[in-house]
């Protein structure tokens, strides 16, 4: 009973701040908003007993949104909010957009009969996962440790503002590297 | 019928993500309305985990496959943010459609205030070149790194920047 008055409270949160995003006028709002409907969603799956993936999910979701902020003030003209505006296209369509596909999904939900649950909940979920993703499933593990390296690595590259065609250019060809401030090692 | 209502709770949150990615202009924003959506496919796997087959461990691994991705989508869409930023001073979605086959409809006219970023702390370490014999000991700038080259280079920039707000303009 507890577990569905919070489980409630989550859902209607969470909703209700995804919602608030991308109505609240600041940009540092709306990445609050956002921090929100994570963190009642890691609730909510927190209550499902993933307890591993629902601290994950929001240990995860506090230090991205963290980041968010960092940027949405870097880039966006109006970080603070304090003078109204709206940066939005195509409202009206992306609502009826939105809402027709919420009442197809919701209509699948309904419709579908769903399979009933075979088995139990391991006592321990954690040490199911854990044994999947180093046993049978390892194979995710590897793509998944994979991506995020090439991640890093792309996303390093993209963000560099003078890469080596900069500094030796464009044929690499300069002896030296032609650097803004002079100094530093093997030069 | 929990899972019902988890699944409800996930479209829900599916649908505002979508109205986010399809109505804002700001790159940053419709990154907020993708992240609103693989949160939605997140809460889908943990529920259909628990309550269809929760002796497998098929669902938690699907969980961390979409952690994953939310990952990845952040930190790429915020390099793809940077270098579109640093290289034409672009941070809304219309004025980067160069892809798409009418002109591109961008053009905010209160978007001036993001020019030149960085380029004086660049310039303020090019001291030493009028005059090469006090570095002349060391390695110097003299002898290749004529200002010519950082000024054309800048200039560049600049003009891009020019042109594409230009012709952006109208709508």
């Known amino acids: 009973m507890v577990g569905t008055v919070v489980f409630a409270v989550c859902a209607v949160g969470a909703v209700a701040s995804g919602v608030a ?9 709306a990445t609050f908003a956002l921090l929100a409907s994570f963190l009642l969603t890691g609730v909510a799956i927190l209550l499902l007993g993933l307890s591993y993936l629902g601290v994950l999910v929001i240990l ?3 230090m991205e949104m963290m980041v968010m902020a960092v940027f949405m003030i870097m880039y966006m003209m109006n970080p603070a909010g304090l003078m109204p505006m709206t940066m939005v296209h ?14 197809l999904l919701a209509a699948g939900i309904v419709l579908v009969p769903w399979p009933e649950r075979e088995g139990t909940p391991p006592p321990d979920p954690t040490l199911a996962l854990g044994e999947a993703i180093m046993g049978r499933h390892m194979l995710v593990m590897m793509l998944v440790g994979l ?6 690595v792309a996303a390093t590259v993209l963000a ?24 530093g090692l093997d030069r | 019928m929990m899972l019902e209502t988890y699944l409800l709770l996930a479209a829900a949150l599916f649908s ?21 959506m693989v949160n939605a496919v997140i809460v889908a796997a943990a529920a259909l ?15 961390l496959v979409a952690v994953t991705a939310m990952a990845v989508e952040m930190a790429m869409g915020f390099a793809v943010t940077t270098a579109l930023f640093r290289a034409r001073d672009v941070d809304m979605v219309d004025m980067a459609a160069d892809l798409a086959d009418h002109r591109g409809s961008g053009g905010h006219g209160g978007h001036g205030g993001h020019g030149d970023h960085g380029g004086h702390g660049d310039h303020s370490g090019h001291g030493g070149h009028g005059n090469p014999e ?21 200039g560049h920039e600049g003009s891009g920047n020019h042109g594409h707000h230009g012709d952006g303009g109208e709508r």
């Open chain 1, 21 to 29: 995003v991308f109505v609240v006028d600041s940009m540092a709002r």
């Open chain 1, 60 to 62: 995860m979701m506090v």
């Open chain 2, 134 to 154: 006090h570095h002349g000991g060391h390695e110097d700038h003299g002898d290749q790194g004529d200002p010519e080259d950082h000024g054309g280079h800048r």
């Open chain 1, 147 to 152: 991506v995020l390296f090439a991640t890093m």
């Open chain 2, 49 to 63: 985990w628990l309550y269809t087959s929760p002796e497998r461990p098929d669902g938690q691994v699907l969980v």
């Open chain 1, 90 to 103: 195509n409202r009206a369509g992306s609502l009826a957009v939105s809402g027709v596909v919420f009442l």
């Open chain 1, 160 to 183: 560099t503002h003078r890469g080596r065609y900069e500094r030796y250019g464009d044929d690499l060809r300069r002896g030296r590297p032609d650097d803004p401030i002079g100094g």
């Open chain 2, 16 to 36: 505002v993500g979508l109205f986010g990615a399809l109505s804002q202009q700001s790159v940053v924003m419709v990154m907020m309305g993708l992240e609103l």
